[in-house]
């Protein structure tokens, strides 16, 4: 049934005939919205942007409705015509993920049932097999562990902000002290504040990896008392492990816990040629684990594994119109203490359709497939005289280079240079590189060009363009640098779309 004639339902058995054609709507736009643009984002930066979304978007809130199709069509045009899309070879910025058409599909299913996941009676199935995705998932990171158990999180933020709540509820009233490493995610810090907790204690990392030597003094230094260690597989900067055997037998010499922010290394569980790269991980008492990163799922895919069910008992809540003890001694499932959030989108179902679709097999060579690109990404850096790569082994599938111009100039100088070039691609809407300060080879902090590397099918080829596109434009910055002007203007050289990199 639907409501109305302005406001047809998604759900029913007419929601999707509504939807069918709807989403043809959706599906022809983001097509041409993809050949509009014609490269990994728009041209012309956040001005140019703001106009021309501006112009299809707004007003948001018209006194009366343009139609169900005229609003779809112009705001699905804004996205697309105005996205940085990761399915673009070339749009490698961040641990943002090209998202699976399975996965997407798969959304659009959850999207349209809306189950909430904080009660039985709003979510029967979507409850089970969110249950099957996490015992999955599980037991993929304590293998060995009698009662592993995980939670679906909305992301490597909140999965961090919950492991240090539980550490902190098994501690003694306000006890718990926080070590981690100089490389950690800035959510271990911020977790720490909005938790009440001392700020953590950072450990100095060698090579991007918690120094192990550092730790034993850190821990021996703190003389006692209920302490988590936080340390990181992949980080953010540079993908990097930290050396978690020897993390696990420190943190257990001195009584510590240890949790592991895996947000990004997790997935490379799924390929038993990449999973020794994570021994160690099965002794964190508690485990972040994104599949919007290393996973190809649409945001959001987030995972906290701990070792033992019996740790997840401080987020056990009652609530009567969710969960009420008559409803759960009748044997309606308690989801309730599944989550810090009530209402929550069913984000397991697009992780279990692309389980069983793929299998792990699969999923291993889609990751093994990006841990290849990245090596071979960083060979054909090695092999170009105008660039450098930062020297040590590649982090999981990020590649840290620069321009050798860079080294040409003054410190500073050098990494403005750095900066420029990834602005002035960004303005011409010609490729999204990330930056990140890390060591080089002389023990100085320098900016680096990133390229985090999680296309499933992008090969190395595909990357190369952006090899060229950074050597030209590192050249013109530099020439700008010397003239003392800057070589981006807002609105960038203004390429035309067809000199862009395609996939
Ligand atoms: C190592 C690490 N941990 C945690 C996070 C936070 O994850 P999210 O952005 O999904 O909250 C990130 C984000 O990039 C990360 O790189």
Known sequence: MSAGTGAPLAGGVHGPGHLRALTSVVLDTLESAARARGGPLPAGGPDEVARRTTALAAPVLPEEG????????????????GAA??????????????????????????????????????????GVIEELTTAALARLVHPDAAAPDALITSGGTESNLVALLLARERAAPGHLRVVTGANAHHSVHRAAWMLGLPAPTVVACHDGRIDPAALDRTLAGLGGGPVLVVATAGTTDEGR??????????????????????????????????????????????????????????????????????????LSLRADYLNADDDTEAGLPDLLGRSVRTTRRPDALKMAVTFRALGRRGLSELVEHC???AEEFGRA?????????RPGAIGISTVLFRPVVADEQEAEAGDAVVAEVRRTLLMDGRAVL???????????????????????????????????????????????AEDGDSPS???GTGAPAAERLSP
Not at 434 to 460: M, N
């Open 371 to 373: 841990v290849r690109t």
């Open 489 to 491: 203007a807002p609105g």
């Open 434 to 480: 990330g930056r990140a300060v890390a060591e080089d080879g002389d023990g100085r902090r320098r900016l680096w060009l990133k390229a985090t590397l999680l296309h499933p099918a992008a090969a190395s080829a595909d990357l190369l363009p952006l090899l060229d596109l950074v050597t030209e434009a590192a050249e013109r910055a530099a020439v700008a």
């Open 241 to 314: 492990i930290d050396p978690l055997p020897e993390i696990a037998r420190i943190a257990e010499r001195y009584g510590a816990e240890l949790h592991v922010d895996a947000a990004y290394g997790g997935p490379l569980l799924f390929s038993e040629r990449l999973a020794p790269r994570l021994a160690g991980l099965d002794r964190a008492v508690s485990v972040t684990f994104d599949l919007h990163k290393l996973g190809w799922q649409p945001v959001a895919a987030g995972v906290l594994a701990v070792a033992d069910t019996a740790l997840l008992a401080p």
């Open 381 to 389: 850096v090695d092999a170009r005289p105008a660039l450098r790569r």
């Open 85 to 126: 899309d990761p399915a673009d070879p070339a749009c490698v910025a961040h641990l943002h993920c090209p998202p699976l058409a399975v996965a997407a599909a798969a959304e659009l299913a959850g999207a349209a049932l809306n189950p909430s996941m904080d009660s039985w009676d709003q979510a029967p199935a979507a």
């Open 66 to 81: 343009i139609g169900t199709e005229a609003a779809l069509a112009d705001l699905v045009r804004a996205l697309g015509e």
